[in-house]
């Protein structure tokens, strides 16, 4: 069955950085462009990060543009997102999920994991 575990949150202080890992299973995580998401408490979830199939291609929010970084790794399934002079706005619970297909349609969502910026 298809399997989204995201990891790697956890608390920070403004300025700090987290790697965050998405591993898929489940489907052919190749073909398929991957999408991290967040969503705050008491907002609409958001994407904040998009990479194409094949790595080569990647978009970001303007509220993270700068400071994160989306890569992938076919060979092990797995996403990442390296966040980097994280502020207090981008604590939030992240999620990945593909950015099309029939997971994209359904609302199957993985876990997600939290990360919280605080000092």
């Known amino acids: 069955q298809v399997q989204l575990v995201e990891s790697g949150g956890g608390s920070v202080q403004p300025g700090g950085s987290l790697r965050l890992s998405c591993a898929a299973s489940?489907?052919?995580?190749?073909?398929?462009?991957m999408n991290w998401y967040r969503q705050a408490p008491g907002k609409e979830r958001e994407v904040v990060a998009t990479?194409?199939?094949?790595?080569?291609?990647?978009t970001y929010a303007d509220s993270v543009k700068g400071r994160f970084t989306i890569s992938r790794d076919n060979a092990k399934n797995t996403v990442y997102l390296q966040m980097n002079s994280l502020k207090f706005e981008d604590t939030a619970m992240y999620y990945c999920?593909?950015?099309?297909?029939?997971?994209?349609?359904?609302?199957?969502w993985g876990q997600g994991t939290q990360v919280t910026v605080s000092s």
């Open positions: 999920r593909p950015t099309w297909g029939p997971i994209a349609a359904s609302t199957f």
């Open positions: 489940g489907f052919t995580f190749s073909i398929y462009g």
């Open positions: 990479i194409s199939s094949g790595g080569g291609s990647t």
